[in-house]
């Protein structure tokens, strides 16, 4: 007979609002597990505009391989140089893979073909989502660079013009393809993230700012060892201020110190496309990133991201709690969490029992037996024969 008193104090206890347990993070796990997806209206959509880019950037390959070839004595630089020979020997052994543009191109048209079996297949998602950054980072650097030299030739008007110049007077819209070949670039990537990518996805699987150097640091020095060896092939450089650079005399120096100069505004167009697709998905912290969450009595306490969306962040706390829905404003960086560590009580950290230990509730006289231990949950068999799941501090033990 005295049991059921006691259970009845026990459920009214669990009705606690502080005492969540039906936000077990057990229930949106087994959702994001589901085997088979629900086709929706958006999928179609997004599966057809990725194919409708990926058709974009072929053609823009198509085009950088079918430009009008070089002509020898057809244009010449400041100094006299027949620019026309000089690209013909250029490309003697690379071709056109010497060029910064054909080899983005070609990275584009690979990325774009991940999204077509990510969005179709849903096989490799991670990966497609996880390139975007880096993918339209290249693309923007690229074209800013084809830009500035555009404009550069619209304003002074210098020799090297009399390439498109000589072209145009053979009746080739060649001014109008380069244009056609090159906005592509930004366009494709832009649109891709912003209507084929998924923004939960994006956050989920946005690299880190170590990896995303890496790569503009990594592709840099790339370029510059593929530049240089085909300079010991051809003694042509692809621009023509890798000459100046020559004409310092500091050697190889001074190459290896150009491209890694060139790797800082690279990583940094990287970085801030990394940024910005945190943003596109309502996030400024990506999956993993520890930070400190404001909890309901008002103090921070430690953890990190374990997923992100438009809906809030889900944040693991360290000492074994999962809260979803944190909203922006009550997450920050550990760095400035840090900098508040003397007015912020630290959350104590407490070590879960082993099933078979015997606690006793918080609230309550009731004792029983840890029967499971897991995801921040702990069951525990009473001794009226009922089991319940706790969170660590709702027991003594």
């Avoid at 918080?362 to 799941?389: H, M, P």
Wanted: hydrophobic letters at 45%; glycine letters at 8%; one cysteine or more.
């Amino acid at each position: 007979e005295d049991a059921r008193p006691r259970r009845a104090a026990a459920k009214s206890r669990a009705k606690s609002p502080a005492k969540p347990r039906a936000k077990s993070p057990a229930k949106p796990q087994k959702a994001a597990k589901r085997p088979t997806k629900q086709s929706t209206p958006a999928e179609p959509a997004r599966a057809a505009l990725s194919c409708a880019l990926f058709a974009v950037m072929a053609y823009a390959n198509y085009m950088q391989h079918h430009l009008p070839q070089p002509v020898p004595r057809a244009w010449y630089d400041e100094t006299g140089r027949d620019m026309g020979q000089h690209e013909i020997e250029l490309r003697a052994h690379l071709g056109v893979w010497v060029y910064l543009t054909a080899q983005i191109l070609l990275v584009l048209l690979v990325y774009h073909t991940l999204s077509i079996v990510a969005a179709t297949t849903g096989k490799y998602e991670a990966q497609a989502h996880a390139a975007a950054p880096a993918c339209l980072g290249l693309g923007l650097v690229v074209y800013g660079l084809f830009f500035f030299f555009y404009l550069l030739m619209r304003c002074c008007n210098p020799t090297w013009r009399d390439q498109w110049t000589y072209h145009e007077s053979l009746g080739v819209p060649y001014e109008r393809w380069m244009h056609l070949m090159h906005t592509p670039l930004w366009l494709c990537p832009l649109l891709d993230v912003l209507f084929v990518k998924k923004r939960d996805v994006l956050v989920r699987h946005v690299p880190s700012p170590g990896p995303v150097l890496a790569t503009a640091g990594i592709y840099t020095g790339f370029y510059g060892a593929l530049t240089s060896l085909n300079f010991a092939w051809t003694n042509a450089y692809v621009y023509p201020w890798l000459y100046d650079i020559d004409a310092l005399g500091y050697g190889a120096f001074g190459h290896v110190a150009y491209y890694a100069a060139l790797w800082v505004p690279v990583g940094g167009v990287l970085l801030a496309c990394r940024r910005w697709v945190l943003r596109r998905g309502n996030a400024e912290f990506a999956v993993g990133a520890a930070v400190e969450a404001r909890w309901e009595d008002g103090l921070w306490y430690p953890g990190r991201v374990s997923a992100g969306g438009p809906g809030g962040y889900e944040i693991a706390f360290d000492d074994g709690h999962t809260e979803a829905g944190v909203r922006r404003q009550h997450v920050r960086t550990a760095k400035k969490a840090a900098k508040k560590a003397a007015a912020t009580p630290a959350r104590a950290k407490k070590e879960l029992p082993a099933v078979g230990d015997r606690v006793a509730l918080a609230l309550d006289d009731e004792d029983g037996i840890v029967t499971k231990v897991g995801g921040g949950w702990i069951s525990v068999k009473l001794d009226d024969g009922t089991v319940e799941k706790f969170r660590s501090t709702e027991l003594r033990y």
